[in-house]
């Protein structure tokens, strides 16, 4: 009984979060799988190692295809995350744990530049 009221909490608070809060919740998701994937790989656990990566995969793919390339920051946005999935593909090939962190760092940092344009595109629409 207590867990459908937790999942529909989470539900409605996936419902009400802005595009640029979920943009940061999909990053912090691949940089949680990351760790993940770095833990399982010194733990010797193969397959929890690919299912992370596996996952960090999906959710970069899906970011791609939410982004509009009609735009040229959209192209080379794009760019990036194809850089991402080849990073992806090494790590996976090599299981290198310092490519994993390397990864793990350029997400975050592409997620905080978000994280400040949504504030400022806030900051924008509350002037306006």
Do not use: P, W
């Not at 940089?31 to 596996?54: H, W």
């Not at 090494?90 to 310092?98: F, H, L, Q, S």
């Amino acid at each position: 009984m207590n867990n459908y009221g937790y999942q529909h909490y989470k539900q409605q608070s996936v419902n009400t979060m802005t595009s640029g809060e979920l943009l940061q919740l999909l990053f912090d998701e691949s940089a949680k799988r990351l760790t993940k994937a770095e833990m399982s790989l010194k733990g010797d656990d193969f397959v929890g190692f690919e299912a992370s990566m596996n996952r960090v995969s999906a959710i970069i793919k899906y970011l791609d295809s939410t982004l509009d390339k009609t735009y040229s920051v959209g192209k080379e946005i794009s760019k990036l995350y194809e850089y991402f999935q080849f990073q992806i593909a090494r790590i996976k090939a090599g299981r290198n744990v310092e490519m994993i962190k390397e990864l793990r760092s350029m997400l975050l940092d592409l997620r905080n530049t978000f994280k400040e344009a949504d504030r400022i595109a806030q900051t924008e629409l509350v002037r306006n």
